[in-house]
């Protein structure tokens, strides 16, 4: 059972993601859609991911992180937005190479009333293993000390 809720919202062409709690892989299929649906909008402008509110975070959940902002760079030639103001977080995503694919903000940002929580979704085995190999895949190309990091959990995945 995770304890961690993803939280979405859409305003002029700026998407939030919020992420409460622990983040975990059970989120994973919905941050994924949500992600496919942010780039098929018409309006998109920026993307802002709000960390302020994480407790934890798993290494899935920021390979897809790092596949939002590919696409962002690919399809509208920015980097989204992550905010944090934990140093663990911080730390975290400074290690996974994030500072070089996202723009970090270190002050929280104001609250929004229209975030919705994203919906379950039930995945099949395969569909997870699927994502979580792409996602740690994005993880590896980002830099070597995660190519090291990853390298065995991949190819543990790979061959099953």
Do not use: W, Y
Not at 60 to 80: D, N, W
């Amino acid at each position: 059972m995770s304890t961690g809720k993803i939280q979405f919202a859409e305003l002029d062409g700026t998407f939030v993601l919020k992420f409460v709690g622990e983040i975990r892989l059970t989120l994973c299929s919905a941050l994924d859609a949500t992600i496919e649906k942010i780039f098929t909008a018409l309006n998109f402008s920026s993307i802002v991911i709000d960390l302020t509110e994480t407790r934890s975070i798993d290494s899935t959940t920021l390979g897809l992180l790092a596949k939002l902002s590919i696409l962002s760079r690919q399809k509208v030639g920015l980097l989204p937005a992550v905010v944090t103001t934990h140093e663990d977080i911080t730390r975290l995503l400074q290690s996974m190479g994030f500072d070089q694919v996202f723009n970090i903000i270190d002050r929280p940002l104001p609250k929004s009333e229209c975030l919705a929580d994203l919906p379950t979704q039930d995945q099949s085995e395969e569909v997870v293993k699927a994502k979580v190999l792409e996602a740690h895949r994005i993880l590896m190309s980002l830099n070597e000390s995660n190519r090291e990091a990853f390298r065995d959990l991949v190819s543990a995945l790979e061959r099953t």
